[in-house]
């Protein structure tokens, strides 16, 4: 997706060739005009899987999530990464780690939320390590539910996630996909 890229290339910032901070459009100020975008290329990415309900983790994928279920006119549900006083009925779980903040966390969904027997879209804001994908499938199938994709804003190629996912057999659609940090910058593989 051309228009994201060229908002990384602008606005991104490559951290010790490690880390792709995108904060000021993608992860902690939103640009909805952007996000707007986002969800309709998703949308028409995933129109003809019969998704019926879209599946993301909180919080930087909530928004992303959002579009895209407005254009499919589907329900969003996300897994919370800490369990809420008011879930006081039965939830699936999984644990997942988190790269950009190295730790292990739980993620949770209501049962009443993830109905048995539905065609989902998993969606996140970054593929790396493929840790948090993997987490809501488990939780997207211990449901009853299967898991008719994966959509990403933004892909680090050289890492293990997309092979993971696809080995897994997850159909995976990156909007950006990252070959390399490169002179802290990005390298992206042209679609």
Sequence with gaps: MELLKQRIREEGIVLNNRVLKVDGFLNHQIDPQ??????????????????????????????LALMAALELDVPL???????????????????????????????????????????VLIIDDFLASGEAAMGLAKLVED??????????????????????????GYRVESL???????????VFIED
Excluded at 98 to 117: C, H, M, R, V, W
């Design 34 to 63: 952007l996000f707007k975008a986002i969800g309709k290329e998703i949308a028409d990415r995933y129109r003809d899987a019969g998704v019926q309900r879209i599946v993301t983790i909180e919080a930087s994928g909530i928004a």
């Design 77 to 119: 549900v996300f897994a919370r990464k800490k369990k809420s006083i008011l879930m006081v009925d039965d939830v699936y779980h999984s644990v997942v780690y988190s790269y950009t903040k190295e730790e292990n966390y739980d993620i949770t969904i209501s049962k009443k939320f993830l109905p048995a027997g539905e065609k």
């Design 143 to 168: 449901a009853g539910d299967e898991v008719v994709g994966m959509a990403i804003a933004i892909e680090k190629s050289f890492q293990p996630g997309r092979e993971r996912l696809e080995n897994a």
């Design 176 to 186: 950006v996909r990252i070959k390399e940090f490169k002179d802290n910058g990005c």
